[in-house]
């Protein structure tokens, strides 16, 4: 499982750098780029057969939804992978509401 993670980290951390070395933003927001970075992380992860759903237990019974959907995570960097898998591994805890407590405080007054 770790596995198939590793190889996604990898494979998102070489398309944002191909991305950044190849292309130059100058600081601008560049809409086009954020195809090309899609079409590069699911040509990667078709070429590699990389699928983080199948690594978690999700299998598609369709060819290659697992490979489009991992690169287009893939595609938009490592940092999202990251934020994407500590999501996955660690979901947000379930609101958890408690009966009040019985236990009294007193407040005192100070007089002057």
Do not use: H
Not at 85 to 99: G, H, Q, Y
Request: with cysteine; glycine share 8%; net charge neutral.
């Amino acid at each position: 499982m770790l596995e198939g993670f590793a190889i996604a980290f990898v494979l998102a951390t070489f398309v944002e750098s191909i991305i950044d070395y190849f292309i130059s933003t100058d600081g601008k927001s560049q809409p086009w780029l954020r195809y090309i970075s899609a079409i590069l992380g699911i040509g990667v992860c078709l070429a590699y057969r990389v699928n983080v759903l199948e690594a978690l237990g999700l299998v598609s019974p369709y060819n290659y939804v697992g490979e489009v959907l991992t690169g287009l995570v893939v595609g938009r960097g490592s940092n999202y992978l990251n934020d994407f898998i500590s999501r996955v591994r660690n979901p947000l805890p379930a609101v958890v509401v408690e009966a009040p407590s019985t236990v009294r405080s007193e407040v005192t007054t100070v007089q002057k």
